[in-house]
């Protein structure tokens, strides 16, 4: 099953509106989680990294205010974006790694995605 | 800053015959990361190449990371139709599990039944 899920899957919002999207790491405590956002046929760009209990490491370029983040708890990450416009349409994808010490590879697990589309 | 570049882009192949995506970074990297991602899904953990000229199997699925840990390549041999999807490297600077992954651009695959 999901390791890591994603809510909503898709939103379609009118522009000048928020959008919260939510992921949970469903089977383990996630200190850190990523925010990426993916346009059509192309790879993966890293937002920001979510830090539990503190604020949010924003990549060059990724602004802020437009794009809030809220790692409340060691299993929710949230991102809001703030004011959307059409430019804003894409689709964001969350992941989340098992904490250090544990048998893992580093791998991330990511969310399901949510498909963002502002009128 | 640190890149990380994957070709091809695209490939079109006939059911049956081989595959090969390559990922070059500009920097020496800690340990390279493969990821598979289906047609409307998320991408998919497929595996972690950590040491100098590893070679890594998965049934069909070649996995090398280059002795100077700067290049890798995944290649599929005798593709299905269920190989389809976008291939992604992702590239890790720094030590350990600890620094930032660092996608590439992926590769397409289609497979032609």
């Known amino acids: 099953g999901a390791v890591v899920s994603q809510h909503p899957s898709r939103v379609i919002c009118k522009s000048g509106t928020s959008v919260k999207i939510e992921c949970r790491s469903l089977?383990?405590?996630?200190?850190?989680m990523f925010w990426y956002r993916q346009f059509p046929k192309q790879s993966l760009m890293l937002m920001a990294t979510?830090?539990?209990?503190?604020?949010?490491?924003?990549e060059q370029g990724v602004e802020k205010d437009k794009f809030l983040i809220n790692h409340a708890s060691l299993t929710l990450s949230t991102l809001t974006v703030t004011s959307a416009h059409p430019e804003d349409s894409s689709f964001y994808i969350c992941?989340?790694?098992?904490?250090?010490?544990?048998?893992?590879?580093?791998?991330?697990?990511f969310g399901e995605g949510s498909r963002l589309t502002v009128l | 800053g640190q890149q990380v570049m994957q070709i091809p882009q695209y490939q079109h192949v006939q059911e049956g015959e081989d595959f090969t995506t390559y990922c070059n970074s500009s920097?020496?990297?800690?340990?390279i990361q493969w990821y598979k991602q289906r047609p409307g899904g998320h991408p998919v953990f497929l595996i972690q190449?950590?040491?100098?000229?590893e070679v890594k199997k998965q049934k069909r699925l070649t996995f090398q990371f280059g002795e100077a840990k700067k290049n890798s390549s995944l290649h599929i041999t005798a593709t299905q139709t269920t190989d389809v999807g976008t291939y992604f490297c992702?590239?890790?600077?720094?030590?350990?599990?600890?620094?930032?992954?660092?996608f590439g651009q992926g590769t397409t695959l289609q497979v032609k039944p």
């Open positions: 190449l950590v040491k100098s000229g």
């Open positions: 979510s830090n539990e209990g503190s604020k949010a490491t924003y």
């Open positions: 920097t020496t990297l800690s340990n």
């Open positions: 992702a590239g890790r600077a720094g030590s350990g599990n600890t620094g930032k992954l660092i």
């Open positions: 992941s989340a790694r098992r904490p250090a010490g544990d048998l893992n590879t580093g791998e991330l697990f």
């Open positions: 089977d383990f405590q996630a200190t850190t």
